[in-house]
């Protein structure tokens, strides 16, 4: 009788051999698995970090944001030129603002600038740019633009601003009404005050840059200055309503104008003779 209380003792007290083995067994799995993860959690977290830390900028200071606008600003580099916009090539005469003054970037400024960020100055970003400033003066940054801008964008690097520049591009293309605010700056852009209207070469510039993504209105565009360029035509100069009604003109009216009534339309005398021309030659 004892030995048999004794077996019913160590029964109750103790598990079966086979499952204390494989209890074991999963314990050192369990074990083995966890030392064999560890070193590649390690690694991955090391990994994350690592790309944190190249991916994330670091914060924007008032500080880096004018380092950033003194390193295009101030003297201009005798190697450098600006002759990819035209209408550049007029300012030392329009401008009142000294392209030296270290409180100014200007048209050299603005070619490294453009340079650094892979845009041509005659492209519809770097127009965006001169837009988000509300730059008063074409070809040129003053600081107070830049700061104002670039603070309220957070923006202190140039990969920065190409990103945003890119982006905002696409933006205000797609947007009717950010799109026509755009291209209305552009005439003031070019206009220096107190003349009220603009020289015929600076806004056949503009034109191309501005409407350029949108294939019917450059073609019809190309037409437009065309026209413009023909001696006969005689203009000089191109007003702000007759910059404004192009647009217009151009989202309204379609290539051959066949619906084109110059007798009861309200467009400016200088489409109606555009439409006479363009007829003649078609």
């Given at each position: 009788?004892?030995?048999?209380?004794k077996?019913?003792?160590t029964?109750?007290?103790?598990?079966?051999?086979?499952?204390?083995?494989?209890t074991?067994?999963?314990?050192k799995?369990?074990?083995?698995?966890?030392?064999?993860?560890?070193?590649?959690?390690?690694?991955?977290?090391?990994?994350?970090?690592?790309t944190?830390?190249r991916?994330?900028?670091?914060?924007?200071?008032?500080?880096?944001?004018?380092?950033?606008?003194?390193?295009y600003?101030?003297p201009s580099c005798?190697?450098?030129?600006v002759?990819r916009?035209?209408?550049?090539?007029?300012?030392p005469?329009?401008?009142?603002?000294?392209?030296?003054?270290p409180?100014?970037?200007?048209?050299?400024?603005i070619?490294r600038?453009?340079?650094?960020?892979?845009m041509?100055p005659?492209?519809?970003?770097?127009?965006v740019?001169?837009?988000?400033?509300n730059?008063?003066?074409?070809?040129?940054f003053?600081?107070?633009?830049?700061?104002?801008?670039?603070?309220?964008?957070?923006?202190?690097t140039?990969?920065q601003?190409?990103?945003f520049?890119?982006?905002?591009a696409?933006r205000?293309q797609?947007?009717?009404?950010?799109?026509?605010?755009?291209y209305?700056?552009?005439?003031?852009?070019?206009?220096?005050?107190?003349?009220?209207?603009?020289?015929?070469?600076?806004a056949?510039d503009?034109?191309p840059?501005?409407?350029?993504?949108?294939?019917?209105?450059?073609?019809?565009?190309a037409?437009?200055?065309?026209?413009?360029?023909?001696e006969?035509c005689?203009?000089?100069?191109?007003?702000?309503?007759?910059?404004?009604?192009?647009?217009?003109f151009?989202?309204?009216?379609?290539?051959?104008?066949?619906?084109?009534?110059?007798?009861?339309?309200?467009?400016?005398?200088l489409?109606?003779?555009?439409v006479?021309w363009?007829?003649?030659?078609?």
């Open positions: 009788m004892p030995p048999k209380r077996a019913a003792a029964a109750a007290g103790s598990p079966p051999a086979a499952t204390t083995t494989t074991t067994r999963a314990t799995r369990r074990t083995s698995g966890d030392k064999s993860a560890t070193p590649a959690a390690k690694k991955r977290a090391t990994t994350a970090r690592s944190t830390s991916t994330t900028a670091a914060p924007f200071t008032a500080a880096s944001c004018r380092a950033w606008f003194d390193s600003a101030g005798p190697c450098s030129s002759g916009l035209h209408a550049f090539d007029s300012l005469a329009l401008s009142p603002t000294d392209p030296d003054d409180e100014t970037i200007g048209p050299d400024g070619e600038l453009c340079n650094d960020l892979g041509d005659a492209s519809f970003p770097i127009l740019l001169a837009f988000t400033l730059a008063a003066e074409l070809g040129t003053t600081a107070t633009e830049w700061t104002v801008a670039m603070t309220k964008h957070q923006l202190h140039t990969a601003l190409k990103a520049l890119n982006h905002d696409a205000i797609a947007d009717r009404s950010l799109f026509r605010d755009c209305k700056y552009a005439f003031e852009l070019m206009r220096q005050p107190p003349a009220r209207a603009v020289p015929l070469d600076m056949t503009m034109w840059l501005i409407l350029g993504h949108q294939a019917q209105w450059a073609h019809v565009t037409d437009w200055i065309a026209f413009l360029s023909e006969s005689g203009v000089k100069v191109i007003t702000r309503d007759q910059w404004t009604s192009w647009l217009d151009v989202s309204q009216t379609t290539p051959p104008f066949d619906q084109y009534d110059a007798d009861g339309s309200a467009w400016p005398t489409m109606d003779s555009f006479a363009y007829r003649a030659r078609t």
